[in-house]
């Protein structure tokens, strides 16, 4: 992360509530063990159906990529979408596992606002530089927060390894890392209101991604 750039000055300037999305409750309880098996499966619930919007939301980042971008930039974006693809296979492999019925599930309020919040970045009205700005700062939420549950003093539970090593793994670090490049190339020569819209929507996104994890922590009666 280069200082001056869009994303270092993003979470310098937003570090409170950068940390408190990565953070959160919910994953300090995965982290210390004490989850709540309940918990986890209205999380795993949840963002299953959120990650199937998702991929609708990065196809579009794809669609609006400039048309000159170097083909390493757009291999980047395919790659994301194909993982996507075997991490909604793995869902339903989880979900198997935790006796979920994915398909009866109920879409609650955060996460329809949450997939709100993507489909209108998916419109035509958003340009790429805010739709990549977004894009980056969802991964990179998940990264940071499951990496937290693979440090050497963490006490994540063993059924849970697979869920924090999909975005907690080095391997997904170098994704968001390449991701936080694309964006911050996009936008240094952006105009100082797609700059100002890119910032408003990733302050969107540590908002919703809170609202995400409250709900997710929220104890069943
Ligand atoms: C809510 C949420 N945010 C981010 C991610 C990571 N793609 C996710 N699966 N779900």
């Known amino acids: 992360m280069e200082a001056g750039s869009?994303?270092?000055?993003?979470?310098k300037q937003n570090h409170d509530l950068y940390s408190a999305a990565t953070n959160?409750?919910?994953?300090?309880?995965?982290?210390?063990?004490?989850?709540?098996a309940q918990n986890f499966k209205l999380?795993?619930?949840?963002?299953?159906?959120?990650?199937?919007?998702?991929?609708?939301?990065?196809?579009?980042?794809?669609?609006?990529?400039?048309?000159?971008?170097?083909?390493?930039d757009v291999d980047i974006i395919l790659g994301g979408i194909t993982a996507l693809e075997s991490e909604i296979t793995w869902?339903?492999?989880?979900?198997?596992?935790?006796?979920?019925?994915?398909?009866?599930?109920?879409?609650?309020?955060?996460?329809?606002?949450?997939?709100?919040?993507?489909?209108?970045?998916?419109?035509?009205?958003?340009?790429?530089?805010?739709?990549?700005?977004?894009?980056?700062?969802?991964?990179?939420?998940?990264?940071?927060?499951?990496?937290?549950?693979?440090?050497?003093?963490?006490?994540?539970?063993?059924?849970?390894?697979s869920t924090v090593k999909r975005w907690g793994s080095p391997e997904f670090h170098d994704y968001t890392l390449?991701?936080?490049?694309?964006?911050?190339k996009a936008l240094e020569n952006a105009s100082k209101d797609e700059q100002k819209q890119a910032h408003e929507a990733c302050v969107r996104v540590l908002e919703l991604e809170l609202k995400f994890w409250d709900m997710a922590g929220f104890v069943l009666g």
Not at 6 to 11: G, H, I, K, S
Request: hydrophobic share 45%.
């Open 91 to 161: 869902f339903r492999k989880e979900a198997n596992f935790w006796q979920i019925f994915l398909e009866r599930v109920t879409l609650l309020q955060p996460n329809k606002d949450y997939c709100a919040f993507l489909k209108q970045l998916e419109g035509s009205d958003t340009p790429f530089t805010v739709a990549i700005s977004a894009f980056w700062l969802i991964e990179l939420v998940y990264c940071v927060s499951f990496m937290s549950c693979l440090e050497k003093d963490a006490k994540t539970p063993f059924e849970l390894i």
């Open 6 to 11: 869009f994303t270092a000055d993003f979470l």
């Open 24 to 36: 959160h409750s919910f994953i300090a309880s995965i982290r210390d063990g004490s989850i709540d």
């Open 178 to 184: 390449k991701l936080m490049k694309l964006v911050d």
């Open 43 to 72: 999380w795993m619930e949840q963002d299953y159906h959120f990650v199937r919007e998702f991929v609708r939301f990065v196809a579009s980042v794809l669609v609006k990529m400039p048309r000159d971008s170097p083909e390493c």
